[in-house]
């Protein structure tokens, strides 16, 4: 028996990387899962069919989280197939812009926000409109990054994004707790993904930069789903307004020597 035997499980962003990683680990461990992409119908494709091979009952969806219409759209035909959402993973997000305030546009901070802010927002108040009032617990996971904490110059619509998103779900956080539904943070550092491509394409990239990391390696996604698995089960259900950082000690690291 699996730890989240017969949940329901939807994971945005699951059609790749670290998204994926968490939709794979919680069917692994009996959920059921809704994968939902936002333009890589191949690369959610491939992550319906691993979990078609593990037997993981599972439904596909293209969903835009930054627009509220598509969330609460996707949202009720999921609750109108299954009955209900027990656990939402808000994974979906894009990358910062490397560009200086003094030189970014509307639409670069707009984009940023709106997707990785406005999107966990979307998602986080249609699923609880969604409950029934028979619905016990429930679990919230936020996909943030060490830069709610750790900020770099020229990033500062994804800073902006991360920053709040922590603080969004502490403050959830406390709005659920005695409705026993738990929110918590999963905050990677340099993770083996698209968001990370160069030092994927380049391995001399990769290992300059892994010099900054105290484990002297990048994470990878294998890395993210012990930590997901446990904030999706009853393990963690005394848990909630936490952040679990996965960096090999990169986050405490930044300002040795200096």
Same mark, same amino acid.
């Given at each position: +028996?699996? $730890?989240?035997?017969?949940?329901?499980? &939807? &994971?945005?962003?699951?059609?790749?990387?670290?998204?994926?990683?968490?939709?794979?680990?919680?069917?692994?461990?009996?959920?059921?899962?809704? &994968?939902?992409?936002?333009?890589?119908?191949?690369?959610?494709?491939?992550?319906?069919?691993?979990?078609?091979?593990?037997?993981?009952?599972?439904?596909?969806?293209?969903?835009?989280? /930054?627009?509220?219409?598509?969330?609460? $759209? &996707?949202?009720?035909?999921?609750?109108?197939?299954?009955?209900?959402?027990?656990?939402?993973?808000?994974?979906?997000?894009?990358?910062?812009?490397?560009?200086?305030?003094?030189?970014?546009?509307?639409?670069?901070?707009?984009?940023?926000?709106?997707?990785?802010?406005?999107?966990?927002?979307?998602?986080?108040? $249609?699923?609880?409109?969604?409950?029934?009032?028979?619905?016990?617990?429930?679990?919230?996971?936020?996909?943030?990054?060490?830069?709610?904490?750790?900020?770099?110059?020229?990033?500062?619509?994804?800073?902006?994004?991360?920053?709040?998103?922590?603080?969004?779900?502490?403050?959830?956080?406390?709005?659920?707790?005695?409705?026993?539904?738990?929110?918590?943070?999963?905050?990677?550092? +340099?993770?083996?993904?698209?968001?990370?491509?160069? !030092?994927?394409?380049?391995?001399?990239?990769? $290992?300059?930069?892994?010099?900054?990391?105290? +484990?002297?390696? !990048?994470?990878?996604?294998?890395?993210?789903? !012990?930590?997901?698995?446990?904030?999706?089960?009853?393990?963690?259900?005394?848990?909630?307004? /936490?952040?679990?950082?996965?960096?090999?000690?990169?986050?405490?690291?930044?300002?040795?020597?200096?």
């Amino acid at each position: +028996m699996g $730890k989240l035997d017969n949940k329901v499980a &939807i &994971i945005t962003g699951s059609d790749s990387g670290i998204g994926r990683a968490i939709a794979e680990a919680l069917g692994e461990e009996g959920a059921k899962v809704i &994968i939902t992409y936002h333009s890589d119908e191949d690369s959610a494709k491939e992550t319906s069919e691993y979990l078609t091979s593990q037997n993981v009952v599972h439904t596909t969806y293209q969903l835009d989280v /930054s627009d509220e219409k598509s969330v609460n $759209k &996707i949202f009720e035909k999921v609750v109108d197939e299954y009955g209900q959402i027990d656990i939402l993973v808000n994974n979906a997000g894009v990358n910062g812009s490397n560009i200086k305030v003094v030189d970014m546009d509307n639409e670069t901070f707009d984009t940023c926000i709106k997707t990785n802010l406005y999107g966990p927002f979307y998602c986080t108040r $249609k699923y609880l409109r969604l409950r029934k009032a028979t619905q016990k617990g429930g679990k919230i996971i936020n996909v943030s990054s060490i830069h709610e904490e750790v900020v770099t110059a020229g990033n500062s619509d994804y800073n902006a994004s991360k920053g709040g998103l922590k603080n969004f779900s502490r403050s959830l956080a406390l709005e659920l707790a005695q409705e026993q539904i738990q929110v918590n943070n999963i905050a990677p550092g +340099m993770i083996l993904t698209s968001m990370n491509q160069e !030092a994927m394409d380049d391995k001399k990239v990769k $290992k300059e930069k892994e010099q900054h990391i105290p +484990m002297k390696r !990048a994470g990878e996604t294998k890395d993210i789903k !012990a930590a997901a698995i446990f904030l999706a089960s009853a393990d963690s259900d005394y848990v909630t307004g /936490s952040t679990i950082t996965i960096d090999g000690g990169l986050s405490i690291n930044l300002g040795q020597g200096a």
